[in-house]
């Protein structure tokens, strides 16, 4: 799909690059739909959610330790009650060290930035959620929102994001796409699971129920994307897709927003 025109241009000349984050269920189609951004608009610097690193932690730090790596996205799965914690630390880190990292590009910033999910996500929807299945226990979950909240009061405007996007689809759909993808370490999921994160979504993005403890991050616009239908194959689904957020991101350009200190 070909995109006449566009916002890159008034992007580039507003200064100060904008951070959005796609945020939404377990296989609603964030891969396809980041694939259709960097398609769409070129000049954008795309992240992707950090899957390969949770499937190949490299097993070292010991003299004990195995060559090789180890799958802990597949271990969380598997032993939720064991494995939550250290997976959720392990995501976090995973997503924030991909957020603080500089673009490669000195001389022409990049005017946008998506990420693939987020360090807010990683905390208001699925350590949330493995808290309260009884997942996380009480005390480790305190910890993991005190090391949370502390990170971010640190780092500051360096982590806020100047928007979220939100792709939504029942969980149902979400089920009947995972199960396409078919990936090995998914194969326990249940409905029960993508509706319990969906709730999670909805508390957070669309309700605003969710208690957010980074005052920066209360009021982030959010841009509800309808993506019920397929639209991996649909150009005229993926253009309307398209359209709205190019207006959400030329709204928010719109906006006086200040520059954000040059990473460490």
């Keep these: 799909m070909t995109r006449e025109g566009g916002s890159g241009g008034g992007m580039r000349r507003c200064g100060a690059a904008l951070r959005l984050a796609l945020e939404g269920n377990i296989a609603v189609g964030k891969s396809t739909f980041m694939k ?29 330790a195995a060559v090789g790596s180890t799958n ?11 494995w939550s914690y250290t997976f959720q630390t392990f995501s976090f880190m995973s997503r924030l060290k991909a957020m603080l990292e500089p673009v490669d590009e000195p001389e022409t910033p990049s005017p946008v930035q998506v990420f693939e999910r987020s360090i ?14 009884g997942h996380l226990q009480a005390l480790e979950w305190a910890i993991y929102q005190d090391w949370h909240s502390f990170l971010l009061q640190q780092l500051g405007p360096r982590v806020v994001l100047h928007g979220l996007l939100y792709l939504r689809a029942t969980p149902q759909t979400c ?54 239908k397929d639209f991996e194959h649909d150009a005229a689904a993926q253009g309307g897709l398209m359209a709205q957020v190019e207006t959400f991101v030329t709204a928010l350009q719109a906006k006086a927003l200040p520059a954000h200190p040059d990473p460490l």
């Design 120 to 133: 807010y996500s990683d905390r208001y929807v699925f350590a949330k959620n493995l808290s309260e299945a």
């Design 175 to 228: 089920l009947e796409r995972l199960r396409r993808r078919a990936r090995s370490e998914e194969q326990s999921i249940q409905l029960e699971y993508l509706q319990q994160l969906h709730a999670q979504h909805e508390h957070w993005l669309v309700e605003k129920s969710t208690e957010v403890h980074f005052a920066d991050m209360k009021h982030a616009p959010v841009l509800v994307l309808d993506v019920e």
């Design 72 to 82: 802990l996205l597949q271990m969380m799965y598997q032993e939720p009650a064991r």
């Design 36 to 64: 259709l951004l960097g398609a769409t608009f070129p000049e954008w610097h795309l992240v992707t959610e950090p899957v390969a690193q949770w499937r190949k932690v490299p097993a070292r730090g010991t003299a004990q």
